[in-house]
């Protein structure tokens, strides 16, 4: 397992645990029907906007009945990188895509077999027989932004390829994921934050969760004691890595597609003066910077203008891609206290920040934060509930399909009809499937679990590796 040690320090009051030694027999299929209880593997794959890699998180489930803690149990994640001679075709289809939607065919044969090739070498660098992961969850960005005419025809759908991804694994796929809190559809809310704040929720305390991806999300998760029964709190709120990686392809010739750790920029000296005068203009919480960037060079976009102002500036490269780190973090803690003083009353204070993402690795981000967050603010990485901070996305994808599986199989025709208007309604997951070689068992033995009746998102969720919680099951504290 490739195991990525964080460079920066977080205020803290404890210390994440490394459960990845925990896991290193091989994983082959057994029976894992005991007594009616739910037990199952789930692999969550994900890309990035660019397709320069693939991340996975190989999760295991269990729970005894459906009024029980739902347990959760890491066993593998890491990376598969995607060779530029498979990347490379793939983005130029994309850059055509929107003006020929007959170019989708292909895209998504090529995108089905880059995942299920990359699927199979996960598996075998880990040791992982395929029949043993009872369905897989799946999500790219990349084919998201398209608006494509209406079909029927599963190959031509723009999440088709997933139709590639059973054809060569023979696993069930789960994708297109969407958020149901209260009855009503949360279109706006990432279904990443809608599981990190499942992960997250404490008893008493306050917790954010910071996911610094190509763009950045924040999450407000209130204590279970809050007496306001609220819906997941969570935008988008402008660059994470995105303009970062693009400075980076740019002034290296390519040579580097990002800034590993913040060791580039720590050598550059920041135009204070460029970054308040973008910040100025550029209002996050209402637009977004467009994921082409991500796969673009020399576009007509915030980046490239970026670039030009700093070169016009007579900035080096160094000194370049260390504005745009200052923007980046000068923006995240700009929209962290907007939203915060948007959604909380006035004086509302955060105790934990968790933060995540590949730019938590980088130190001038972190640093930044942390001399101007407020002294009371605890900065923990994500691995202190259990989770790697690189493997949360892969992770929280896995957990959507789990719960889109659970519950739309107990909503199928032959199951009793959905809660009335009179009866609550509990948070759902729903997404698209391609069924697998192993579908009808895996609804047999979700029908037994659910003894008849429609499951909803579980909302007691518990991590193993969760340092905080074992501590308080220890009375350590």
């Given at each position: 397992m490739v195991t990525i040690q964080l460079s920066f320090k977080m205020r803290r009051t404890d210390s994440a645990m490394d459960t990845s030694e925990l896991f290193r027999g091989r994983i082959i299929q057994h029976d894992r029907i005991v007594n009616d209880g739910l037990d199952l593997r789930v692999l969550g794959v994900r890309s990035g906007s660019g397709l320069n890699e693939l991340n996975f998180a190989l999760v295991h489930y269990h729970q005894d009945s459906p009024n029980t803690p739902l347990r959760v149990e890491l066993l593998k994640h890491g990376e598969i990188a995607v060779p530029p001679s498979i990347r490379t075709p793939i983005l130029n289809l994309l850059r055509e895509a929107q003006s020929k939607p007959a170019l989708l065919t292909r895209i998504n044969t090529q995108i089905g077999q880059m995942f299920s090739s990359s699927i199979k070498t996960f598996c075998q660098k880990h040791d992982i027989e395929i029949t043993s992961i009872d369905f897989v969850g799946t999500h790219t960005p990349s084919l998201g932004r398209f608006n494509y005419p209406p079909t029927e025809q599963a190959e031509q759908h723009p999440l088709g390829w997933n139709t590639i991804i059973k054809a060569d694994t023979g696993l069930t796929t789960v994708f297109d994921f969407s958020i149901m809190e209260r009855a009503v559809v949360r279109a706006r809310i990432s279904p990443v934050a809608f599981v990190d704040?499942?992960?997250?929720?404490?008893?008493?305390?306050f917790r954010a969760c910071l996911n610094i991806d190509e763009l950045t999300n924040i999450s407000f998760v209130p204590a279970h004691s809050d007496k306001q029964d609220r819906a997941t709190i969570s935008r988008d709120c402008g660059p994470g890595s995105l303009l970062i990686d693009y400075a980076?392809?740019?002034c290296t010739s390519n040579d580097h597609g990002e800034d590993h750790q913040g060791k580039y920029s720590t050598n550059g000296t920041v135009n204070q003066t460029?970054?308040?005068?973008?910040?100025?203009?550029h209002d996050y919480l209402?637009?977004?910077p467009p994921l082409s960037i991500a796969r673009e060079m020399f576009g007509d976009h915030e980046a490239q203008r970026l670039v030009d102002e700093c070169l016009f500036s007579s900035m080096c490269e160094a000194d370049t891609v260390a504005t745009i780190t200052r923007i980046t973090a000068q923006n995240i803690l700009k929209q962290y206290c907007?939203?915060?003083?948007?959604?909380?009353?006035?004086?509302?204070?955060?105790?934990?920040?968790?933060?995540?993402?590949?730019?938590?690795?980088?130190a001038n981000i972190i640093d930044y934060l942390e001399a101007k967050l407020p002294?009371?603010?605890?900065?923990?990485?994500?691995?202190?509930?259990?989770?790697p901070g690189d493997a949360n996305?892969?992770?929280?994808?896995?957990?959507?399909a789990l719960e889109a599986v659970l519950g739309q199989v107990t909503r199928m025709p032959n199951s009793p009809a959905p809660p009335t208007s009179r009866q609550p309604l509990g948070d759902a997951v729903r997404g698209k499937f391609v069924c697998g070689d192993k579908w009808q068992q895996l609804v047999d033995r979700v029908q037994r679990f659910s003894q008849g009746k429609s499951l909803h998102v579980t909302k007691d969720v518990r991590v193993t590796g969760n340092l905080t919680d074992g501590i308080n099951r220890l009375d350590l504290c």
């Open positions: 704040k499942l992960l997250l929720q404490h008893p008493k305390k980076m392809r740019y460029i970054v308040d005068r973008f910040l100025d203009s209402r637009f977004a907007r939203l915060l003083d948007l959604f909380f009353p006035r004086g509302q204070k955060v105790d934990e920040l968790f933060i995540c993402g590949p730019s938590a690795r980088n002294e009371s603010v605890i900065t923990k990485p994500l691995d202190d509930i259990g989770i996305e892969a992770v929280c994808y896995a957990h959507l």
